[in-house]
Protein backbone atom coordinates (compact mmCIF):
# COMPACT_ATOMS: atom_id res chain seq x y z
CA UNK A 1 0.00 0.00 0.00
CA UNK A 2 1.46 3.57 -1.14
CA UNK A 3 0.37 5.52 2.02
CA UNK A 4 1.44 3.39 4.34
CA UNK A 5 4.49 4.75 5.63
CA UNK A 6 2.41 7.82 5.68
CA UNK A 7 -0.40 6.85 7.88
CA UNK A 8 2.47 5.39 10.11
CA UNK A 9 4.14 8.66 10.97
CA UNK A 10 1.62 10.74 11.56
CA UNK A 11 -1.51 10.76 14.62
CA UNK A 12 -4.88 12.17 12.61
CA UNK A 13 -6.36 12.51 15.86
CA UNK A 14 -3.84 15.08 17.08
CA UNK A 15 -3.36 17.03 13.43
CA UNK A 16 -5.36 18.15 10.72
CA UNK A 17 -3.00 16.69 7.71
CA UNK A 18 -5.08 14.66 5.01
CA UNK A 19 -5.59 11.11 5.14
CA UNK A 20 -6.40 10.56 1.58
CA UNK A 21 -8.43 11.95 -1.21
CA UNK A 22 -9.87 11.48 -5.11
CA UNK A 23 -8.78 12.42 -7.53
CA UNK A 24 -11.39 14.59 -9.42
CA UNK A 25 -10.22 15.20 -12.76
CA UNK A 26 -7.62 13.51 -15.66
CA UNK A 27 -5.01 15.87 -15.52
CA UNK A 28 -1.44 14.70 -14.05
CA UNK A 29 -0.72 17.30 -10.70
CA UNK A 30 2.20 18.80 -9.02
CA UNK A 31 3.06 20.76 -6.33
CA UNK A 32 6.04 22.59 -4.73
CA UNK A 33 5.69 23.30 -1.15
CA UNK A 34 7.39 25.36 1.63
CA UNK A 35 7.63 23.68 4.63
CA UNK A 36 8.89 24.92 7.65
CA UNK A 37 9.87 21.37 9.49
CA UNK A 38 12.73 21.59 11.71
CA UNK A 39 14.35 23.07 9.31
CA UNK A 40 13.11 25.16 6.00
CA UNK A 41 12.65 23.23 2.56
CA UNK A 42 10.80 23.06 -0.31
CA UNK A 43 8.81 19.78 -0.92
CA UNK A 44 8.59 18.63 -4.51
CA UNK A 45 5.23 15.94 -5.05
CA UNK A 46 4.40 14.80 -8.31
CA UNK A 47 0.62 12.61 -8.83
CA UNK A 48 1.17 9.52 -9.86
CA UNK A 49 -2.06 7.07 -10.01
CA UNK A 50 -3.82 8.80 -7.26
CA UNK A 51 -0.27 8.99 -4.98
CA UNK A 52 2.05 12.07 -3.95
CA UNK A 53 5.35 11.03 -4.52
CA UNK A 54 7.35 12.85 -2.86
CA UNK A 55 11.05 14.67 -2.60
CA UNK A 56 12.53 17.50 -0.34
CA UNK A 57 14.71 20.27 -1.56
CA UNK A 58 16.28 21.18 1.20
CA UNK A 59 17.99 24.35 -1.03
CA UNK A 60 14.40 24.91 -2.81
CA UNK A 61 13.64 25.24 -6.18
CA UNK A 62 16.30 27.36 -8.92
CA UNK A 63 14.77 29.51 -11.69
CA UNK A 64 18.23 28.06 -13.53
CA UNK A 65 18.09 25.55 -15.48
CA UNK A 66 21.68 24.98 -14.95
CA UNK A 67 21.43 25.07 -11.46
CA UNK A 68 21.57 21.22 -9.68
CA UNK A 69 19.74 21.08 -6.25
CA UNK A 70 19.79 17.88 -4.30
CA UNK A 71 16.36 16.25 -3.78
CA UNK A 72 15.93 13.49 -1.84
CA UNK A 73 13.24 11.30 -1.44
CA UNK A 74 10.26 10.78 0.85
CA UNK A 75 7.65 8.80 2.06
CA UNK A 76 4.30 9.33 -0.44
CA UNK A 77 1.67 11.28 0.48
CA UNK A 78 -2.33 11.50 -0.28
CA UNK A 79 -3.42 13.45 -3.27
CA UNK A 80 -5.82 15.94 -1.06
CA UNK A 81 -2.02 16.82 0.30
CA UNK A 82 -1.20 19.23 -2.92
CA UNK A 83 -3.75 21.84 -0.82
CA UNK A 84 -2.78 21.43 2.62
CA UNK A 85 -1.21 24.71 4.31
CA UNK A 86 -0.53 22.88 7.78
CA UNK A 87 -0.55 24.59 10.62
CA UNK A 88 -0.90 28.99 11.69
CA UNK A 89 2.16 28.44 13.58
CA UNK A 90 4.53 26.20 15.53
CA UNK A 91 5.90 28.30 18.20
CA UNK A 92 5.29 31.30 20.33
CA UNK A 93 8.67 33.63 20.85
CA UNK A 94 8.78 35.24 24.40
CA UNK A 95 10.75 38.61 25.50
CA UNK A 96 10.78 40.69 28.66
CA UNK A 97 11.62 44.24 29.06
CA UNK A 98 14.97 45.37 30.52
CA UNK A 99 15.54 49.04 31.08
CA UNK A 100 12.71 49.77 28.60
CA UNK A 101 14.06 47.25 25.76
CA UNK A 102 12.11 44.54 24.66
CA UNK A 103 14.81 41.63 24.72
CA UNK A 104 14.53 37.69 22.98
CA UNK A 105 14.23 35.50 25.60
CA UNK A 106 13.22 32.06 23.93
CA UNK A 107 10.56 30.34 22.63
CA UNK A 108 8.10 27.58 23.07
CA UNK A 109 5.74 25.45 20.45
CA UNK A 110 2.41 25.89 20.98
CA UNK A 111 0.97 22.88 22.56
CA UNK A 112 -2.59 23.95 21.12
CA UNK A 113 -5.49 21.85 19.36
CA UNK A 114 -6.55 23.19 15.58
CA UNK A 115 -9.47 24.54 16.64
CA UNK A 116 -7.77 26.89 19.44
CA UNK A 117 -4.53 27.51 17.22
CA UNK A 118 -6.97 28.73 14.83
CA UNK A 119 -8.96 31.06 17.48
CA UNK A 120 -5.64 32.47 18.03
CA UNK A 121 -4.03 32.82 15.05
CA UNK A 122 -7.35 34.94 14.18
CA UNK A 123 -6.66 37.17 17.40
CA UNK A 124 -3.32 37.58 16.51
CA UNK A 125 -3.28 38.75 13.11
CA UNK A 126 -4.84 41.80 14.47
CA UNK A 127 -1.74 42.59 16.38
CA UNK A 128 0.63 41.80 13.58
CA UNK A 129 3.39 44.28 12.99
CA UNK A 130 6.01 44.21 9.80
CA UNK A 131 9.38 44.97 12.25
CA UNK A 132 10.55 43.02 14.83
CA UNK A 133 10.06 43.92 18.22
CA UNK A 134 13.07 42.68 19.61
CA UNK A 135 16.73 44.83 20.21
CA UNK A 136 18.38 41.61 19.95
CA UNK A 137 17.99 38.89 17.60
CA UNK A 138 15.64 35.78 17.64
CA UNK A 139 16.22 32.76 16.45
CA UNK A 140 13.72 31.04 14.31
CA UNK A 141 13.72 28.44 11.27
CA UNK A 142 10.85 30.05 8.86
CA UNK A 143 9.94 33.80 8.62
CA UNK A 144 8.26 34.95 11.78
CA UNK A 145 5.02 36.74 11.84
CA UNK A 146 5.56 39.72 14.52
CA UNK A 147 2.76 40.93 16.93
CA UNK A 148 2.51 43.87 18.41
CA UNK A 149 3.87 43.29 22.09
CA UNK A 150 1.57 43.43 24.64
CA UNK A 151 1.10 41.65 27.92
CA UNK A 152 -0.58 38.52 27.30
CA UNK A 153 0.27 36.05 30.23
CA UNK A 154 2.82 36.44 33.36
CA UNK A 155 5.05 33.32 33.45
CA UNK A 156 7.29 32.52 36.38
CA UNK A 157 9.93 30.02 36.11
CA UNK A 158 11.08 27.68 38.87
CA UNK A 159 13.93 28.38 40.85
Do not use: C
Given at each position: ?6 K???R ?13 D ?5 V???H ?9 R ?6 L ?24 H???Y ?34 V ?12 I??K ?27
Amino acid sequence: MPLEEYKKKRRFDKTPEPTGGEITDNKLHFVVQKHAASHLHYDFRLELKGVLKSWAVPKGPSLNPDEKRLAMITEDHPYDYKDFEGRPFRSIVFGAYDNGELKFVGHSGSGFQDKVMNEVMERLKLLEIKKKPFVDEVDHDTPPHWIEPKLVGIFKFPT
